[in-house]
């Protein structure tokens, strides 16, 4: 039997096409490795602050580090964050955390959003309220269990 020569054409192209995506994949974690591994690892400890602001804008609230410090572990990017502190939109603090240990998962490059392997809090101290209104706070985040568009409530879940 004798394939038509379109055939045998666009086969050898989609096969070309496959495998330059999957090198770009590779290349692309493997970049994403060097670059968690020699540059923001070693230098996590001078971007304590950056930290913290990151963490405030995806919680909503205003959140402080006493340290933060970065290590390579069994092939994954382990953080320590030390003297976590979370404050309500009163201004008091909501939660404290002495120390959190967190070590990234890789399908947080599939995902594109923070995916973690492992999380390990110390010494946790929580504050849980029910407002006037009925509203549940945790740690100073409102948790309404029938709204499906509460984001932080649902990622945290999924870890």
């Known amino acids: 039997m004798k394939f038509p020569r379109f055939l045998l054409s666009c086969t050898h192209r989609a096969l070309c096409w496959g495998a330059g995506l999957a090198a770009a994949t590779a290349t692309f974690a493997a970049a994403a490795a060097a670059l968690m ?6 230098n996590i400890a001078d971007h304590r602050d950056s930290v913290a602001a990151l963490m405030s804008r995806a919680l909503g609230q205003r959140v402080t580090l006493d340290a933060v410090t970065g290590a390579w572990q069994q092939a ?4 320590r ?3 976590v502190r979370l404050y309500g939109g009163d201004g008091k603090l909501a939660l404290e955390l002495p120390s959190l ?5 890789w399908r947080s490059l599939l995902l594109l959003e923070p995916r973690f392997s492992h999380i390990e809090l110390e010494g946790l ?10 509203h549940v706070y945790i740690g100073g985040i409102p948790v309404n269990p029938a709204a499906p568009d509460s984001g932080f409530v649902n990622w945290l879940l999924r870890q």
């Open 76 to 79: 994954r990017p382990e953080f």
């Open 125 to 134: 101290a929580l504050e849980v309220r029910r407002a006037r209104d009925g």
């Open 81 to 83: 964050l030390q003297g």
């Open 37 to 42: 591994y020699f540059w923001i690892l070693p």
């Open 101 to 105: 240990d967190a070590a990234f998962s």
